[in-house]
C-alpha cells in the first residue's frame, strides 16, 4: 500500500450510516461464506489495507469490495507489494460487489488493495472482504 493509505472508519456528517449500509450491501450477499478478513470505513482521497499474510495453505483468495454514496472508485490490488494488474479495476459506489481472484504465490506474502475515488461523496462507505479460495491439499 502506498505511504498515506489507510484503511478504517472515520468520522463525517453522514459517516456511521455509510459505513453501516456498505457492510450490510457486503454481508447480504455474501452470506454462505466466512472471510478471513475484512473491513470498511468512510470514502476519502485515498484509502486501503494490507495484510501481512494469507492463512498458511491458500494460494488463491477472492477480494470483494463494495461501496456507496456515488461516485466511482479505482481499484488496485497488490501481493508482496507488487501491483496484480489482472486484479484492478473500477468500482462504481452504487452498492454493487466488485469481486476479484488473486494468487499467492508465495505462504508469506503480503495481500492488500489500494483504492482511489474519481468522485464520491463524503457521506459514503466502503466494506471489503477476502475469501479463501482454493488451499493445497496435504
Do not use: H
Not at 452470506?31 to 495484510?51: I, Q, T
Request: aromatic share 8%; net charge negative.
Amino acid at each position: 500500500m502506498t505511504p498515506g493509505a489507510s484503511a478504517g472508519t472515520d468520522s463525517g456528517p453522514g459517516a456511521p450510516a455509510a459505513v453501516d449500509e456498505a457492510k450490510a450491501v457486503l454481508e447480504g450477499l455474501l452470506v454462505e461464506r466466512e472471510p478471513f478478513a475484512s473491513g470498511s470505513g468512510v470514502l476519502r482521497p485515498e484509502f486501503g489495507d494490507v495484510l501481512p499474510a494469507a492463512p498458511d495453505g491458500v494460494v488463491n483468495v477472492t477480494f470483494v469490495f463494495t461501496c456507496t454514496g456515488g461516485g466511482e472508485v479505482k481499484l488496485r490490488n497488490e501481493v508482496g507489494g507488487t501491483d496484480v494488474p489482472s486484479a484492478a479495476g473500477t468500482q462504481t459506489c452504487d452498492g454493487s460487489l466488485f469481486q476479484t481472484r488473486v494468487d499467492v504465490p508465495a505462504p508469506d506474502a503480503s495481500l492488500g488493495f489500494i483504492a482511489t475515488p474519481v468522485a464520491y461523496s463524503a457521506d459514503g462507505g466502503y466494506a471489503y472482504a477476502y475469501y479463501v479460495e482454493k488451499e493445497n491439499l496435504p
